[in-house]
């Protein structure tokens, strides 16, 4: 039988609450780690941008990345082709105006895929990077990257495919950290690292 003081001792014992804190945090983190799992959609504009960019550049061939030096010989001579792991930004998304993904035409923004070989690391991996426009109107959505010709220089060549507010961006900016540490953790899976 528990009388009415060791009742109130065990009331009052601070590690007790401690325990009933923590038991609560944890089944709220579990509870919130469940319903936004990787099947969730992003629910702004942005994030199903960006994912939809993500997913569009991930499923191309390596072969149609064919930029900056690097060909589809490069990529692989495996009969299996690697996963290529891509992170982007957006810079903007024309018409600017809208609110709903199947709204969007283009979207100017910037990629960095690593070409996932197995146990090749990342800093070895052949990669393909650069200021990309997206055609949302096809489908699937047309790639479009920026290239230097031999008459144009890449700067030039980006001020003519971008819109001025997009270009300012383009010659700044690339990945933010977070999206280039969600890159690196992902590459490394496919990877097998």
């Known amino acids: 039988m528990v009388s009415r003081e060791s009742f109130a001792g065990w009331y ?10 923590v038991l609560t945090v944890s089944a709220g983190a579990v509870v919130l780690l469940n319903r936004a799992g990787p099947e969730a959609e992003p629910a702004d504009l942005q994030g199903q941008i960006v994912s ?21 010989q490069q990529v692989t001579t495996e009969e299996k082709k690697p996963p290529v792991i891509c992170g982007v930004r957006v810079y903007g998304y024309e018409p600017a105006e809208v609110t709903a993904l199947a709204d969007v035409r283009t979207v100017y923004g910037f990629h960095l895929c ?4 197995q146990k ?8 393909l990077a ?3 426009i997206m055609d949302m109107s096809t489908e699937p959505p047309g790639i479009q990257v920026v290239e230097a010709t031999d ?5 030039d060549r980006l001020r003519q495919m971008f819109p001025d507010k997009y270009a300012k961006l383009a010659l700044k900016e690339a990945l933010d950290e977070s999206e280039m540490a969600d890159q690196r953790r ?3 899976a496919a990877a097998g690292l």
């Not at 690593?114 to 070989?117: D, L, P, Q, S």
């Not at 008459?151 to 700067?155: A, N, P, R, S």
């Open 151 to 155: 008459d144009v220089m890449f700067t």
């Open 12 to 21: 009052r014992n601070r590690f007790v609450w401690v325990a009933v804190i």
């Open 186 to 188: 992902r590459y490394d």
């Open 52 to 72: 939809r960019m993500r997913t569009t550049l991930e499923q191309v061939d390596p072969g149609q990345h064919n930029h900056a030096g690097h060909g589809a």
């Open 120 to 127: 090749r690391p990342w800093d070895v991996a052949v990669k």
């Open 114 to 117: 690593g070409v996932a070989e």
């Open 130 to 132: 650069g200021p990309v």
